[in-house]
């Protein structure tokens, strides 16, 4: 079973109270180890009226709301039976599991959020293995070598003609082994 993101639908302005209660119901049933991260994606605009400058935070997919999740029978039926979500995206009803985002749609999301599929900070260190997924060196297997978190960025030492070799390549470009 791996980690993948579904989409549920909730009723449209009703998504932080759904990611809130998400959360606490995965502490309360100790699911910590099925349901991951819980995420609204939203976006920042820069509005000037009457020459003041306004930032207006607006999201991206109002009714909706993101989560990394094991999907299991379990992890199912607390995601399912949270107060507010009215369902899966991707899932016919009746019982049947949903599925999941594709990695190209969940990179595009969560790097216009400045966010990575690899949780650095819990689930990447120094000297794990990686899979390089998209660019130049794709399908190349890595050693981490550093860890730009700024910048969302990693150095991976790469075997290349024989020769250890760093490059650098962004977050959403991996995967860890």
């Known amino acids: 079973m791996e980690k993948l993101w579904y989409v549920v639908t909730t009723y449209v302005g009703h998504e932080m109270k759904v990611k809130e209660k998400l959360e606490a119901r995965t502490e309360s049933m100790g699911m910590q180890d099925n349901i991951f991260r819980v995420i609204i994606p939203e976006t920042t605009e820069v509005e000037i009226k009457d020459g003041v400058k306004k930032e207006k935070v607006k999201k991206t997919f109002p009714g909706y709301v993101f989560i990394e999740m094991i999907m299991s029978d379990e992890a199912w039926y607390a995601v399912r039976n949270t107060p507010g979500v009215t369902g899966f995206i991707g899932s016919s009803g009746?019982?049947?599991?949903?599925?999941?985002?594709?990695?190209?749609?969940?990179?595009?999301?969560?790097?216009?959020?400045?966010?990575?599929?690899?949780?650095?900070?819990?689930?990447?260190?120094?000297?794990?293995?990686?899979?390089?997924?998209?660019?130049?060196?794709?399908?190349?297997?890595?050693?981490?070598?550093?860890?730009?978190?700024?910048?969302?960025?990693?150095?991976?030492?790469?075997?290349?003609?024989?020769?250890?070799?760093?490059?650098?390549?962004?977050?959403?470009?991996?995967?860890?082994?």
């Open 94 to 177: 009746k019982g049947a599991k949903p599925t999941s985002l594709s990695p190209q749609e969940v990179d595009k999301i969560l790097l216009s959020m400045g966010m990575s599929r690899v949780d650095i900070e819990s689930e990447l260190k120094v000297g794990d293995k990686v899979s390089i997924v998209d660019g130049p060196f794709k399908g190349m297997i890595g050693s981490v070598d550093t860890i730009d978190m700024e910048n969302n960025k990693l150095n991976v030492l790469i075997d290349l003609f024989g020769q250890e070799t760093p490059v650098e390549v962004e977050l959403f470009q991996v995967n860890k082994n």
